[in-house]
């Protein structure tokens, strides 16, 4: 017992090791993606101070008379193009929405699906935020108008012009979660 009592000074060891310790590193560089067959938005900001910046946004346009292949294949090889060029280390995709035709459902999904998959291969994270909590975060109303949208968004980012409609959706994508992420929040953004 004395020498128990009476032994080296040693240390506390933490319960949890450091690595297991150590919160998810911050992500620097978010990928916001808007996607539609005709005219998928994107947009990348980096995270910095006073502001975020913007790397890079555009519209992946496809003429009406591109058969749906087509369109998936410019989608997809753009945006491997765009992740290749800025890495970004997290994704975040408008979700999908309540739509009353079966074949515009359809066509979105396809869409959608050719982005996720190029996303996923270049090993980013992904997360989906619906249109209205975007509208909420960054306007301040959930049925608000597109140019509402890209006039807040081309303030918020200091742009010398306005973004195009989808790609201003797409960077207001990026900031809603960079927003969501840079405070406490008791919605844990929905992972995919």
Known sequence: MKERVGGPKRAAKPVLESGARRAAPAHQVILGVDPSLRGT???IIRLAKPHPQTLAHGTISSPAAWEHSRCLLNISQTLRDVIRQHHPTVCVIEGLFFAQNLQTALTMGEA???ALAVIAE???EIYELAPRKVKQAIVGYGAAQKLAVAK????MLH????PAPDAADAL???LTHAQENGRYSFNTP???
């Open 190 to 192: 929905k992972r995919i």
């Open 122 to 124: 270049a090993g980013l």
């Open 172 to 174: 207001a994508l990026a």
């Open 152 to 155: 807040m968004v081309q303030r």
């Open 159 to 162: 742009l010398s012009e306005m």
């Open 41 to 43: 938005g994107y947009g």
């Open 112 to 114: 959608r699906g050719a």
